[in-house]
C-alpha cells in the first residue's frame, strides 16, 4: 500500500506541473487569436474595443455587440498594462497604444505583447 501511494506521488507532481504549463500555452495562444480577429474585425466594423479582466476579457464594437468573450480556465489570472484594462484597434487593425495581457497560472507567465507602431501581436515568456 505504501509503495502504491509512493508511485502515485512520485507520477502525479510532474504531471500536475506539466498540465500547469499546457493550460497556459494553450490559452496564452487563445488570446492571440482573439487579438488578432479583433484586430482583423476593426477594418471591417470600425473600432473594436477589449476589455481586460482578471477572470477574462472581451471584444465589442461602438454599439456594444459583443464579437466574443472569454473566461479563463481554472487557475489562470490577468492583468493588463493599459490604462482601465481597456484598449481598442483602430479601423487600420492598430492598437490605440502599446501594451501587453500577461497571463498567470501558479506563478508562472506569459504575455501577449501588442505593438501599437507594427500592429504585431506576439507571445513572450
Not at 474585425?41 to 465589442?60: H, L, M, Q
Request: aromatic share 12%; charged share 20%; proline share 3%.
Amino acid at each position: 500500500v505504501v509503495f502504491a501511494l509512493s508511485a502515485v506521488l512520485v507520477v502525479g507532481f510532474p504531471l500536475v506541473e506539466t498540465f500547469t504549463h499546457l493550460k497556459l500555452h494553450w490559452f496564452s495562444k487563445q488570446v492571440l487569436a482573439d487579438m488578432q480577429l479583433a484586430s482583423f474585425s476593426s477594418s471591417i466594423k470600425g473600432r473594436i474595443y477589449v476589455e481586460v479582466k482578471s477572470n477574462g476579457y472581451k471584444a465589442f464594437d461602438g454599439d456594444n455587440f459583443t464579437l466574443f468573450e472569454r473566461k479563463c480556465p481554472k487557475g489562470v489570472e490577468l492583468s493588463s498594462t493599459f490604462p482601465q484594462d481597456r484598449f481598442f484597434f483602430k479601423r487600420n487593425g492598430l492598437p490605440s497604444r502599446s501594451g501587453r495581457i500577461d497571463i498567470v497560472a501558479n506563478g508562472e507567465r506569459t504575455s501577449v505583447v501588442f505593438s501599437s507602431i507594427s500592429g504585431r501581436i506576439r507571445i513572450t515568456n
